[in-house]
């Protein structure tokens, strides 16, 4: 063959495969991927390098000692508190008239020391660690060691050798039977000997019956994050009837968490339940668990739960009965042996996970390096295989801490060691709890999206009391912050963190991009519409006029952040802020929207139809930048993480290039101003922003910034990922994972402005890839096969009869899909035209 047909026949061969895989939408449950795990040489010396295992309902951090071994566990219904938590003695009627009269003369500070002394609530209650379970393995020196977390099976192990022996430790954590489960194995028969035993931080009672430990507790029945004197000073003490007495005084035992009597016996019950299967060798009782001698391989199964039976009812009084679930989840493996287990738990976990698979082609290959070494090196070796495998861990995290059933994920996911956790492991709804949230859709996991739709269903009701009784208005409320009572009041301290009355609005529209995403009708009409419509029922009344005649919101922040005015006075609230308007209109445009789609409520519809066209319309200030509050402000710091008033550009979908030239423009200018350095989730945002923007260049070098080593024992000031890839606020933080997620697929993706838009923020850093199985809006599953920065074929496959409108490089085109058929496209079908079909 000579050289010219060798030539030929590589090309050929390399289209031809890389067209292959661009058709291949069919999971493949036996894939693996050494791309897809990550691996250490060393134990986890802190809880941030041990590695993350969960199935949506119970998560365990694997620290893999070898002689020595700490699983710290979860369960995402234990919390702290009861429904009777939420202090609900808030009313702004009183003092209304007043706030608005000083915002008028302008004199936000007077009206922001009302509102903190008349407005808030008190502080919600804290997600709890349930325990820890140890192993001490007998052996001596350790060599060959090695731990790793296969994100492609949705595995952890340990490995190494002691005395000749070969050891190899596998955990999972299995959705369809609802238990973690460990097999340790040895290449030496009657060699696996250890004692284990499980403890808790909780007070806790420990019962051993055979091969079998129980562990009993009880969680705090009040946790406060903040100090006694923080209470004090802001004179909260009546808000804090567990811990002050009527005149303000402290009670004896007054602290920051109490347990049983001391808070008349509140706190939900909590049992854990472990079963050891032992092929040979001897299992025995010790006074606090379970030794076993000469086996040749033992398997561990692990069930958690609590008494929690629901937001509003009572754990400790009409709880369930955690010992009798446990019972019941146990009973079920009694004759099922690890390997179904494992194919089980593999086959459930690879019908989601597979759905997606993204590659970047590299000169380097790092992926048989040790990830914490690989994060170290990357500003001076970029590793774009750590870009992909950081892509795939976020969709790992939400499969792993969000499954259909269960809670939805909390600041920390469903992975926490603290009793006092950093913001009280909070739903935090003014950016963190929905970004977790932002990759569910787009990258083909809409399943884990259901417990965050009960979320906001659950809100809905006790923001409807909120909405009655601290407003007098209908419809439903929520504030900045809830925990699993789904408290809806604002919390406590502070204005600027504090109040913020349009959670709701962003929360009911992930349930309108769900539908957008999967077509649904049914949920449209049965869950979307009546919480969208309640939403909007509570802003239409909340409205009033400026003196321009637009309609805006009478009082509220822009997250977090303060402004100064009036010769370097500085406050956190004003009238109108930007994004307030933003997701009121964003509410409205949905609500008018699935109304006509379901033909309900036309009355209705015209007055928010009317209300829509009385909006305050966007601004942009002296800077050229998109203006953050009614009046063109300049912030207090001018780099602050919170990019509010960019709600409209993402997750929103009311700015963009075609359709609002200038705000776009404004929008560039601000984040310009704001600056590339960030916080962990906040890079996270900004990523998206980027990418939005279509500027991909500056989306990958946000990226840089992200993949940098925070190391938590040295303590760390500036945001990155920590040796387990956790994202770092820091602290940690996983909407951080989830916005870089959501992020990389907006790069190459995007659908919110009625186009698939191929491509449309793709780096340079990024020349040669190939990206299949994300979602556009539509139901339409999308791959995507690029070569030196240019795309070489893309395949659109939909779920129903449909014309769409394409877009790559600046050219659209029209497609009719029909369903279940793939159609492909490539860079000669743009190129043979400039125009719109």
């Not at 795990?37 to 199935?55: C, F, Q, R, S």
């Not at 608005?100 to 500070?109: C, F, N, Q, R, T």
């Not at 472990?274 to 379970?290: F, M, R, S, W, Y």
Request: hydrophobic share 35%.
């Amino acid at each position: 063959m000579n050289k010219r047909n060798r030539v030929f026949k590589f090309y050929l061969i390399l289209i031809i495969s890389l067209f292959v895989g661009c058709n291949e939408f069919t999971p493949d449950a036996e894939r693996v991927d050494t791309a897809l795990i990550l691996k250490y040489a060393t134990p986890a010396e802190t809880w941030t390098e041990a590695l993350p295992i969960g199935n949506g309902r119970q998560g365990a951090m694997v620290y893999g000692g070898a002689l020595t071994e700490q699983i710290q566990l979860n369960e995402n219904t234990l919390y702290s508190g009861e429904p009777s938590s939420t202090y609900k003695g808030t009313d702004v009627r009183p003092t209304y008239k007043s706030v608005m009269a000083l915002i008028a003369s302008e004199k936000y500070a007077e009206a922001e020391k009302i509102m903190a002394n008349n407005w808030l609530g008190r502080l919600h209650q804290s997600y709890q660690p349930f325990g820890n379970l140890y192993f001490h393995f007998e052996g001596d020196s350790v060599s060959h060691y090695e731990r790793s977390l296969d994100i492609g099976k949705s595995i952890s192990a340990v490995r190494y050798n002691t005395q000749g022996v070969h050891y190899k430790r596998e955990i999972l954590a299995s959705y369809p039977d609802s238990v973690i489960a460990m097999r340790i194995s040895a290449d030496k028969k009657k060699s696996i000997s250890f004692k284990t035993f499980l403890k808790s931080v909780h007070p806790t009672e420990i019962v051993v019956k055979g091969n079998t430990i129980i562990l009993k507790g009880q969680a705090p029945g009040f946790v406060l994050r903040r100090s006694l004197e923080n209470v004090e000073s802001n004179a909260d003490q009546h808000k804090y009837p567990e811990i002050f007495n009527k005149d303000g005084s402290r009670k004896p035992f007054a602290k920051q968490v109490l347990y049983g009597e001391e808070v008349s016996g509140k706190g939900m019950f909590f049992e854990a339940r472990l079963d050891i299967k032992n092929q040979g060798g001897v299992v025995t009782e010790t006074e606090h668990g379970l030794s076993v001698s000469g086996a040749d391989e033992v398997v561990v199964l692990l069930s958690m739960a609590t008494s929690f039976n629901g937001f509003d009812k009572s754990p400790s009084l009409e709880g369930k009965d955690p010992g009798k679930l446990n019972e019941q989840i146990l009973s079920t493996l009694t004759d099922k042996t690890f390997d179904q287990i494992q194919t089980d738990h593999e086959r459930d976990y690879a019908a989601l996970f597979n759905r997606v698979e993204f590659t970047l082609d590299t000169k380097e290959d790092h992926s048989n390096e040790y990830t914490n070494k690989r994060l170290i090196n990357y500003a001076a070796k970029p590793d774009l295989g750590l870009n992909t495998l950081l892509f795939q861990y976020g969709r790992y995290l939400l499969i792993s801490g969000s499954r259909a059933g269960g809670q939805p994920l909390n600041l920390q996911g469903i992975w926490n060691d603290k009793v006092i956790p950093s913001w009280n492991s909070a739903y935090t709804m003014n950016i963190n709890a929905q970004m977790n949230y932002w990759p569910a859709e787009v990258t083909n996991l809409s399943e884990c999206h259901e417990p965050f739709f009960r979320l906001v269903k659950e809100l809905a009701i006790t923001g409807k009391e909120t909405a009655k009784n601290m407003y007098g208005n209908p419809g439903w409320v929520t504030h900045h912050n809830t925990d699993i009572w789904r408290p809806s009041y604002p919390a406590d301290n502070a204005v600027v963190y504090s109040y913020w009355p349009m959670g709701a609005g962003w929360l009911t529209n992930h349930l309108w991009e769900h539908y957008q995403f999967t077509n649904n009708e049914t949920f449209l009409k049965e869950e979307a519409y009546p919480l969208l419509k309640g939403s909007a029922a509570f802003f239409a009344s909340w409205l009033v006029e400026n003196e321009a005649g637009y309609l805006v919101t009478p009082v509220g922040t822009s997250p977090e952040n303060r402004f100064s005015y009036d010769n370097g006075q500085s406050a956190s609230i004003s009238a109108g802020a930007t994004m307030d308007i933003a997701i009121v209109r964003e509410n409205f445009e949905n609500v008018v929207k699935a109304s006509k789609r379901l033909d309900v409520d036309e009355t209705f519809r015209t007055h928010i139809e009317a209300l829509t066209q009385k909006l305050l319309p966007y601004q942009i200030g002296e800077r050229g930048q998109l203006q953050e509050w009614q009046f063109d402000f300049k912030e207090t710091d001018v780099n602050h993480r919170h990019l509010s008033h960019l709600y409209g550009l993402h997750p929103g979908d009311q700015i963009s290039k075609e359709k609002t030239p200038a705000l776009f423009k404004a929008a560039n200018k601000t984040l310009e101003l704001r600056g590339d350095e960030a916080t962990g989730w906040s890079m996270g945002w900004k990523i998206n922003f980027w990418s939005r923007m279509h500027d991909g260049n500056h989306a990958y070098s946000i990226i840089n910034n992200l993949f940098s080593f925070v190391n938590e024992k040295s303590a760390p000031t500036h945001g990155g990922l920590y040796a387990n890839l956790f994202d770092a606020h820091p602290p940690f933080q996983i909407d951080g994972n989830f916005g870089y997620t959501a992020g990389v697929a907006e790069m190459l993706l995007q659908s919110h402005t009625g186009e698939i838009h191929l491509l449309p923020a793709l780096p340079d850093a990024w020349p040669t890839g190939t990206i299949k199985g994300l979602k556009a809006r539509g139901d339409v599953r999308v791959a995507i096969n690029w070569k030196k920065g240019k795309l070489v074929k893309g395949v659109l496959k939909a779920s129903k009869a449909q014309t769409v409108v394409v877009k790559y490089a600046g050219v659209t085109k029209k497609i009719t899909l029909q369903p279940g058929e793939e159609h492909g496209l490539d860079w000669a079908f743009f190129r043979d035209s400039s125009q719109t079909n």
